[in-house]
């Protein structure tokens, strides 16, 4: 091992560079040294394995090539350590099997380092297995895409890393503990412009951000979680961090993909007074077997209320929790896929902010086993309706007994297939005290599939009316308490009081 200490005294550099041509170990202490550390060496230290440079505060660059000479060829590691000026490690295109055995990089306190190496030159660097960059601050001015993924040792991105122009981010597989915590860190700057976040596999996750730095993803667009085991909600209120700009409205004014799977820790979306999704057009949850409700709100006179308000659902005799309160608003959504959700009991309760819901045309809902309900039976405040739902499919959920209200059901012009399946329904609709016998009008129905319900006795038990007038495709299979009457009539009445209910069309079957 050879240990230097430079500066510009051309005669001691004379003197070093015989040595320089042997050593497979070499430590440079420079001072004031300018010059690129390949011109040390004509023959581009050829013997060199392992070099550390440090203290070189006008060092530009580690190599200038002004030639298609070779350097560092067998080379295995580089640290590079506390040089402050430092531009580039290479300046020009490398040539010849330059740094091609480099196995490990270490960069620290370097903050005018603008990258490791450019795109062009990673081939280069193929043999490169550790990376590791400590109290650099990286600017990547015009990156708007970055992957990083199956990076065992990547915790953290670190204070100084900022890239104000992304706009796509994956993180897969790594070990990443948090994101950010705070809107006050350098690299808040980073997602300002960020578009889409995908996180898959990011075991060490709890939550992905604090509520403050909401406010600096507002240009988010797509947002998909999957398959991190430990994750406990997405958004972390700032109160529970000890964090001072707390943010109890939020609002994601542009997003309009959100995808979560296979989250079983996961215990919300987020808590707080409000959440606003103004262009959410899908969402799509799925096995997040510890989720009840999609977000918890609190108001001013309990600042916390770790749970949201029960609502009783009479027919079960007890209290349940809906997936969505009357501070969540979807005013766009179209296509909503719940799936495999343990502990979903209720997701509507009929009370709801504004207009939300009020564009869907896609539910699908499979394998809840505790959902004894799809929207709250209340006649009184029927305030939630689909009238623009097209399709809707609901299967291997046992603990249904009944799916939707009347006062739902009569609103469902534009449905065009429905198919509840290997579910323990008595009824489609909930038997509930109106005002006459309701009509049910289906206009646009053309596809219809009941299978695998051995317990549903009628589509309703009281005195009703019902019309199918489009209906082109009807599969009626192990419903063993039903039979089916099909007519040429549009207009068939069934009553409660007969002893044998049937499922009556009228239309072409």
């Known amino acids: 091992m050879l240990k230097i200490k430079l500066n510009n005294n051309i005669s001691l550099i004379h003197r070093v560079k015989i040595l320089l041509k042997r050593t497979e170990e070499l430590h440079l202490e420079l001072n004031g040294v300018k010059n690129a550390i390949d011109e040390l060496d004509e023959d581009g230290f050829a013997q060199l394995k392992h070099l550390h440079v440090q203290n070189g505060h006008e060092l530009l660059y580690v190599v200038n090539v002004v030639s298609s000479k070779t350097v560092f060829p067998n080379l295995e590691s580089l640290f590079l350590h506390n040089l402050i000026k430092l531009q580039k490690i290479c300046d020009g295109e490398l040539s010849g099997k330059s740094f091609s055995e480099l196995r490990i990089l270490k960069v620290e306190k370097c903050d005018m380092l603008k990258h490791l190496f450019s795109f062009s030159e990673h081939k280069k660097f193929s043999q490169l297995q550790e990376i590791e960059v400590i109290d650099c601050k990286f600017e990547f001015t015009q990156l708007r895409s970055l992957v990083l993924q199956c990076l065992p040792q990547f915790i953290s991105f ?170 969540v608003a979807f005013p766009s959504l179209e296509k909503m896929i719940l799936l495999h959700l343990d502990n979903l009991q209720l997701i509507w309760h009929n009370q709801l902010h504004g207009d939300s819901f009020s564009k869907l045309k896609e539910v699908r809902v499979e394998a809840c086993e505790k959902l004894m309900t799809i929207v709250l039976s209340n006649s009184t405040q029927p305030l939630l309706t689909f009238p623009n739902l097209e399709m809707l499919t ?85 419903c063993g308490k039903i039979k089916v009457c099909a007519s040429e009539f549009p207009r068939v009445q069934n009553t409660a009081e007969e002893t044998q209910h049937f499922l009556c069309l009228s239309g072409k079957v």
């Open 394 to 478: 609901i299967a291997q959920c046992q603990n249904v007994k009944s799916l939707i209200p009347v006062s739902i059901v009569t609103g469902l012009k534009k449905l065009k297939h429905l198919q509840i399946t290997a579910c323990g329904l008595e009824e489609i609709v909930a038997n509930e005290e109106v005002d006459g016998a309701p009509r049910f009008l289906f206009p646009q129905l053309t596809f219809l599939i009941l299978q695998n319900l051995p317990k549903l006795k009628a589509f309703y038990m009281g005195l009703h009316t019902t019309e199918w007038s489009m209906l082109k495709q009807l599969l009626v299979y192990n």
């Open 158 to 327: 670190g204070i100084k890393v900022v890239l104000p122009r992304l706009e796509n981010l994956k993180l897969s597989s790594i070990k990443i503990e948090d994101i950010l915590l705070d809107q006050h860190q350098p690299m808040s700057s980073s997602f300002q412009y960020l578009k889409s976040l995908t996180v898959e596999e990011c075991n060490g996750l709890k939550f992905l951000f604090s509520s403050s730095m909401v406010k600096s993803i507002m240009q988010l667009q797509e947002l998909e979680i999957c398959n991190c085991k430990s994750m406990e909600v997405v958004i972390l209120n700032s109160e529970e961090l000890e964090v001072q700009d707390k943010m109890i409205d939020m609002s994601f004014p542009k997003l309009f993909y959100l995808k979560l799977v296979g989250l079983p820790k996961l215990t919300r979306f987020g808590i707080g007074n409000s959440v606003k999704f103004p262009t959410l057009i899908e969402l799509h949850i799925e096995s997040c077997s510890n989720l009840k409700t999609f977000f918890h709100t609190f108001s001013s006179v309990d600042m916390l209320r770790k749970e949201p308000e029960e609502v009783s659902l009479e027919d079960y005799n007890i209290d349940v929790n809906p997936f969505f309160a009357d501070k």
